[in-house]
C-alpha cells in the first residue's frame, strides 16, 4: 500500500505542477486528508508541495480516507 501511496503522491505532485487537478479534486483532497495534515504536518508552511510532499514522507501513517482520495483521483486522471 505505502508503494502506490507514493506514486499517487508523485503523480499528482507532477499533476499539480501541470495544474491537471482540478480545483474541486483539490477540495477533495483536503477533506480527505485535512486530519492527516494536521496531525502529521503540523508546523508545515503550505505552499509549493509542502504539505503533499510531508504527507508522502508518513505514508505509512497516512489514513485509509486520504489514501483512498489519492488514489481515487490518481485513477481518474490515469482513465482522462
Known sequence: MKIYLTVAFAALAGAANAQEVSRQQ????????EADVRRLCNGV??????????LQQNASNVSETCTAKLMEIKASRQSN
Open 26 to 33: 483539490m477540495r477533495d483532497i483536503r477533506s480527505a486528508c
Open 45 to 54: 508552511q503550505p505552499g509549493g508541495g509542502r504539505l503533499l510532499q510531508c
